[in-house]
């Protein structure tokens, strides 16, 4: 089993930054990725941008691209999420997630390919 906690959500205003945190510990051994999505009240759960193990790969959702930047910590179990120009669109709870992979990374943007996920922390933008 591997455990996840995020932090660092809050309430902001519109065009602020935010940066989140995840942490994975237990069974974490072994290539994975890691991959923040979030949801949004009414809507589905969506992809956000996901990192590959060494965190020399990276994906991002086309409406987060220039403005988010994942990376992984000194500690592989790390990932952050820094947030710049904030948008009242990007008011969500954020997820992180976690898979392991062999092989090559291939980026993986559907809640089906990963396998643990955090309880998430808010993120409210205010206009």
């Known amino acids: 089993q591997v455990q996840l906690v995020e932090s660092g959500g809050g309430l902001v205003q519109a065009g602020d930054s935010l940066r989140l945190s995840c942490a994975a510990s237990?069974?974490?051994?072994?290539?994975?990725?890691m991959a923040w999505f979030r949801q949004a009240p009414a809507k589905e759960r969506e992809f956000v941008a996901a990192?590959?193990?060494?965190?020399?790969?990276?994906k991002y959702a086309d409406s987060v691209k220039g403005r988010f930047t994942i990376s992984r910590g000194d500690a592989s179990n790390l990932v952050f999420l820094q947030m710049d120009s904030l948008e009242p669109e990007d008011t969500a709870v954020y997820y992180c997630?976690?898979?392991?992979?062999?092989?090559?990374?291939?980026?993986?943007?559907?809640?089906?390919?990963?396998?643990?996920w955090g309880q998430g922390t808010q993120v409210t933008v205010s206009s």
């Open positions: 237990g069974r974490t051994a072994g290539s994975n990725s």
């Open positions: 997630a976690f898979r392991h992979y062999s092989g090559i990374f291939y980026p993986q943007t559907t809640r089906d390919k990963y396998d643990y």
């Open positions: 990192v590959s193990w060494r965190g020399t790969m990276t």
